[in-house]
């Protein structure tokens, strides 16, 4: 299982969020940037960065270090978003089969599944 911190988003969304015309291969582009883009499944992506499994489950990990680790990450996420200037006052979020939420400036999410 991995855990990610990040926002789920759209395709067209990261296109939008780093400048890049839609056929811009995004997956690659924005690994430059320091961060990942991971697609889930039914048009959701999640922009943003994977916590170490092994920081969770290796074999047993007390809730401080757990919480930790997710702090880290999200801080981690936010510098990210300063150091390339992304605009996120108006961040659509991409529900898997679902629409978007608009959302201004929001905080980074945790998500955990087989991506």
């Known amino acids: 299982m991995t855990i990610f911190v990040g926002y789920p ?4 969304t990261a296109c939008r ?9 995004m997956e690659v582009f924005v690994k430059g940037t320091g961060f990942e883009l991971t697609y889930t499944d039914k048009g959701q992506y999640l922009l943003g960065l994977r916590v170490e499994a092994a920081r969770f489950w290796d074999p047993f990990v007390d809730v401080d270090k757990a919480v930790t680790a997710l702090l880290d990450a999200k801080r981690r996420v936010k510098e990210l978003v300063q150091k390339n200037n992304l605009d996120l006052s108006d961040l659509p979020l991409q529900e898997m089969e679902g629409e978007e939420i608009p959302s201004k400036n929001p905080e980074p999410f945790v998500f955990s599944g087989g991506f």
């Open 17 to 25: 969020l780093f400048g890049q015309p839609d056929e811009t291969n």
């Open 9 to 12: 988003i759209s395709y067209e």
